[in-house]
């Protein structure tokens, strides 16, 4: 009985999810989906592109959260335009809601838009949203078993960021075996440690994004 | 259309919670919900606790997981009943899956059931499962903004664990700041703050641990 209610659900919003996708395509906006736990650094990295990115490429955002603008704010800050969603309680962004938000910014004007879901390492995995990248950003602290204990979100996503590498001193973790956990789910994923707080490795990050937008900007 | 189904919902959850907690009383059993952000510490804290009370209280564990058996077996390597959960996906653990994984512990020779949740700052404070206490771990290199971020968490535990005290200085986290969003939400709320690390400031959530069980032994 329970079956179909769901898969409809997940069919709605994939349908919505792509209508967003087409939208992207049509203003030539390259969306990416950053999602992770509370606190992994998700507006740190946002931040941290936008202040590296944002002489070459004009860049929006749009920031989930369950309660309060703090992310927006330090977003908005940098002199982008975002759009808040505040999901009212729910674990993660759908395609309804980005669908909503996109009205809201000057698309004509932007060349990358960085959507930063709600903390959270489990429900975000299911919502397409009709980014062309997903994103998942692990840090130190969380330890190196994550990709064990939560393979769906892993396995989902094109890229994952390891952050906090300052930090690492101070904790027990095994990048091989994490390293080795990801790439079981998610053969042959761009992979990244970094530091949003040093700047070591930023690098990396950046021109794997810089290559992906131009990738995508060969096909108009 | 959609409220009066989710309605519907909890109050079938809260229903066999109702149940669960019958049941734990009838055996005697305290329970406590244990409820974090992935890689806060809900399992470093379990396992401390249990190596601490263990000659006072007989203790048992219910270990809810999406994938693995990792946070289990380390409970299970002290010597502890413990009946795993694999949640399937589910973002949460319910009072159903609780329901499920009473008849495998022997509750008759229990005096303090541990329950880990899943790895979620969001899902898990909608459900109740008919434990008689919910505490919430947070760690520092989360962040000190958590509270004012995911409100409905802060709002339902009886007691937050500020783990991970040992690598304060290699964050900037404000404990006034995260206490204050503490207090707003959950006022008169027990706080500690420890490290299940380096054993630090254990010893006040033992002490609350065991009175709270004694006073939940007095009332029978």
Sequence with gaps: ??????????????????????????ARVFAVNVMASPGAG?????????????????????????????????????????????????????????????????????????????????????????AHRSVLIASVPEGDDKPYKYPVMYRGVDAVVLNKMDVMTAF????????????VLNPGLAFFSLSCKTGEGLNGWLVWLRDEIKEFRQQF
Excluded: W
């Excluded at 027990?172 to 790439?183: A, C, I, K, S």
């Design 1 to 26: 009985m329970q079956v179909p209610v769901v898969e409809q659900i997940f069919s709605a919003n994939d349908q919505l999810a792509a209508a967003n996708r087409a939208r992207l395509d049509a």
């Design 42 to 130: 998700k507006t740190s990295l946002i931040t941290r592109t936008v202040e590296m990115l944002n002489g070459d490429f004009r860049i929006g955002a749009v920031d989930g959260d369950i309660a309060t603008t703090i992310d927006a704010d330090r977003i908005a800050a940098l002199g982008v335009p975002v759009v808040q969603i505040n999901t009212g309680g729910a674990c993660h962004l759908d395609a309804p809601m980005l669908q909503s938000a996109l009205p809201q910014l000057p698309l004509e004007e932007i060349d990358l838009l960085i959507v930063e879901n709600v903390g959270n390492l489990v429900c975000p995995a299911s919502f397409k949203l009709g």
């Design 172 to 183: 027990e973790f095994d990048v091989d075996y994490f390293r080795h956990g990801v790439e």
